[in-house]
């Protein structure tokens, strides 16, 4: 009987645990990326830069980010684009 039972957990345990996974979102990152501030046609892939002094910063109100390279994609940040590095990576 307790073989049974035992047999009945572990089915019971792992539908709970393939349940978890099937039904849980996937997350997705959404990109980060500036125009630059004296150059508009040029486009910085921000998403693996942590803002800083030596990188950049959002300021005050503005579009700073944008979810893809195009001034008609979704904002995700606002504020207004302050480039503090010359290395920052352009967008292809």
Known sequence: MKRKQLNISMLVLGLVAFATF??????????????DPVNPSIWYDLSEVDPGDDTYRCVNTGNCLRSAPNTGAPVVEIGTFVKNSDDLPIAD
């Not at 099937?22 to 125009?35: E, H, K, V, W």
């Open 22 to 35: 099937a039904f849980t979102p996937a997350t997705q990152s959404t990109g980060m990326y500036a125009q």
